[in-house]
């Protein structure tokens, strides 16, 4: 037997031990995917928090979305965001969301807010001029609201392309003015359960994802039965 060869002293005569067989990583769930994600992000954006003198940080209330009618407040001081050489971390505390519903987060980059016809720079901008102001919109994170309807969205979005981008113009202005929009995609649907939390159209119905979004929305994610909406926002205005 050569040095070093693992035998089992109990037995009368020494055996080789077969080394340990590999076994393969488990595929997670897509709950423990989803909270893997946002941890990772969550942890990320307190990394980058430490670092002030490298970074500048700004929270702001999280406010109704425009498109539900008279804008309210949700909560205050509910959202932050760290700008940094690298790119941006967001983190957003939302409230008053329907519990066990799941709901995404979609980070809005408009590199050249000087262009917006007003302060801040409104949707219909980010929509119907998109290359004036030089808007992008991407995935930012997926969450499930709790039985006390509040949820906790974070995400690091580096400078450069964006997940699941509208416009294919990503992240260039660092400094820029930056939107987080939360919708709601209605009660988990069996076996679509990731995709709702990750997509922009996933479960949601044809009225609620109309033509005159651009088909990178509308083709991100399969159709539903639920009227899905924007339903809260938070807005940082663009630095000096």
Known sequence: MKPGTPFNRSATSPKIIA??????????????????????????????????????????????HAS????????????????????????????????????????????????????PCPGSDVMQKADHVEADLGYGDGAVAGDDGKARFAAFQPAGAMPHSWFGRGLTNLAGEIHLVIRDHGPLVEGREADMLATFREGCNAESVPDTLPGTARGNGHEGDYPCANIQAAIFEPLE
């Not at 080394?19 to 980058?48: F, N």
């Not at 050489?85 to 050249?112: C, R, S």
């Open 68 to 119: 539900q009618g008279e804008v309210k407040l949700v909560k205050e001081g509910g959202a932050r965001l760290v700008r940094s050489a690298d790119g941006i971390f967001v983190n957003l505390e939302a409230e008053q969301l329907k519990p066990n519903h799941a709901y995404t987060m979609w980070v809005v980059a408009i590199n050249a807010p000087n262009r917006c016809s007003a302060d």
């Open 19 to 64: 080394p340990a067989r590999r076994v393969a990583p488990l595929k997670l769930p897509w709950r423990r995917r989803v909270a893997r994600r946002s941890m990772i992000a969550a942890v990320t954006l307190g990394l980058g928090s430490i670092c002030a003198e490298a970074a500048q940080m700004q929270h702001v209330d999280v406010m109704t």
